[in-house]
């Protein structure tokens, strides 16, 4: 198997690179959204509704509160008439990869408690509903470079959830922020698919961010094929049938996931698959559309990103060809095996990835070396699942999904080729021990860190779920 992680970013030498992509709050008043939340934002005071700049004098006065300084960082000018002067352009502006707060990363973090802060520095209230008291901590069942996920317990109703948990002072600026917001967005709208973890609720403190989500207690499919080396067939149509249903569920409302592989595949006590961790996606592309920023698993990088192309939905059925591959073939397409140290580097393996021919195992099925080929298609407009209004159509004809059927499947009405074992009550055998060991615990606030977080580029994080709550925990 192939190692997957994920890019870090370049040397301050690097060239200028692609630009990462904004994501922006939702106005309250005209439903776009707001870019820059402490430059281009106002909100109520009272009731926290908030607006665009343009937009706060035509709200109806229907609260008390005022709409002023609470969100920006400075008060507009008296002559500022074109709001949307100073917004960053995705071709001028940007890093070249967006990090990823992938759960098999090595950050280290110390073992001593946090008591909850529920009420802000300098007047910010920081969370309204539900906050840290309201859940008991249970377990670590995964960390990254930017966030620990731990399994909590609600305790009015005992439900069990994950929760994932970034650090401000590692939010620092606006890339960072704009992923932390791009995440949660998603969250929001994956409620809505049977193949993709929802969000619960959010919350913050003054030092950090929480997402509580689904918790999917079956493993993900690293964890499963650590141990099984490789998958039937069969096994591998059921997974990647359900994984395209995810993957056209986010295409078709604007977002690319650019995060596909084994460790973001979970199982659920069924044998269903769910898709998580959002923070590479990129929203709000029409038909059409395309991006350019460079990001993603060295491993799982479509040629079209590595060759500084414009791209679009075509960089996810890139990726699914990888993941095929490796379900079923026991390891990466783009294996290299050598003691050659200059062979052993990402530059090489991007090389590999451009020009090398993808050599199917003779072992697969002439339907699977179809589809991989299909998918594995160094051209995205003959790539598999990219012709435009037929994309999806294709997949599902495609002779190795042929005994597939889909609607069933979308349904969640097809029978899982596996069924994980779920040995204790949250199903912890299907986590690396590495996470379940660790102390449950947070570390201490570090005062003068809170003191350089600038509280207002967080106003607005929280939520709560109404598709997820049951009317017992409705707030």
């Known amino acids: 198997m192939g190692s997957s992680f994920t890019c870090s970013p370049a040397a301050p030498s690097s060239p200028a690179c692609p630009a990462p992509e904004k994501t922006r709050a939702h106005c309250g008043h005209c439903s776009e959204r707001i870019w820059g939340l402490a430059r281009q934002g106002y909100r109520c005071v009272n009731c926290r509704l908030l607006v665009h700049k343009r937009c706060h004098a035509l709200v109806p006065r229907t609260c008390e509160g005022r709409m002023d300084s609470v969100m920006p960082s400075q008060e507009p000018a008296a002559d500022d008439k074109d709001d949307d002067a100073d917004l960053p352009s995705e071709e001028t502006d940007g890093v070249p990869y967006i990090p990823s707060s992938r759960k098999h990363g090595t950050v280290k973090d110390d073992s001593e408690d946090l008591k909850p802060v529920i009420d802000g520095m300098d007047g910010i209230t920081i969370s309204q509903g539900l906050g840290l008291q309201d859940f008991d901590l249970i377990r670590v069942i995964g960390r990254g470079s930017y966030a620990k996920v731990l399994l909590v317990r609600l305790k009015k109703n005992d439900q069990i959830y994950a929760m994932k948990v970034v650090k401000k002072e590692l939010v620092h600026d606006d890339e960072d922020i704009d992923w932390v917001q791009t995440e949660k967005h998603v969250f929001e709208q994956a409620s809505s698919s049977p193949f993709l973890v929802g969000l619960h609720s959010c919350f913050q403190t003054a030092s950090r961010l929480f997402l509580v989500i689904e918790y999917v207690n079956g493993g993900d499919l690293m964890f499963h094929m650590q141990r099984q080396r490789k998958l039937p067939e069969e096994h591998a149509r059921f997974y990647a049938a359900e994984i395209c249903i995810a993957l056209n569920f986010l295409h078709e409302r604007g977002i690319i996931y650019r995060d596909l592989k084994l460790d973001n595949v979970l199982l659920d006590a069924d044998g269903h698959i769910k898709l998580t961790d959002y923070g590479m996606c990129k929203e709000g592309l029409g038909p059409g559309d395309t991006t350019s920023t460079f990001c993603g698993t060295p491993n799982y990088i479509a040629p079209e990103i590595l060759r500084g192309e414009e791209y679009g939905f075509s960089v996810d059925w890139w990726a699914l060809g990888v993941l095929m591959f490796e379900m079923m073939a026991g390891r990466s397409p783009f294996d290299i095996i050598t003691d050659n140290p200059d062979m052993n580097t990402e530059d090489y393996l991007f090389q590999v990835i451009l020009e090398k021919p993808i050599r199917i195992p003779r072992f697969l099925s002439v339907k699977a070396s179809h589809v991989l080929k299909g998918f594995l298609n160094k051209d995205p407009k003959e790539r598999l699942g990219c012709r435009p209004q ?19 499947l979308e349904k969640k ?48 994080f929280e939520y709560i779920n109404p598709l997820l709550l049951s009317t017992e925990e409705a707030v």
């Open 390 to 408: 037929t994309g999806f159509s294709d997949i599902k004809s495609h002779a190795f999904f042929r005994s597939i059927d889909w609607d069933l």
């Open 413 to 460: 009405q097809a029978l899982p080729p596996f069924q994980p074992q779920i040995t204790d009550d949250y199903g912890l055998d299907n986590f690396d021990t590495q996470f379940t060991s660790e102390p449950v615990q947070l570390t201490p606030d570090d005062e003068d860190a809170l003191k350089r977080i600038d509280q207002s580029e967080f106003a607005g």
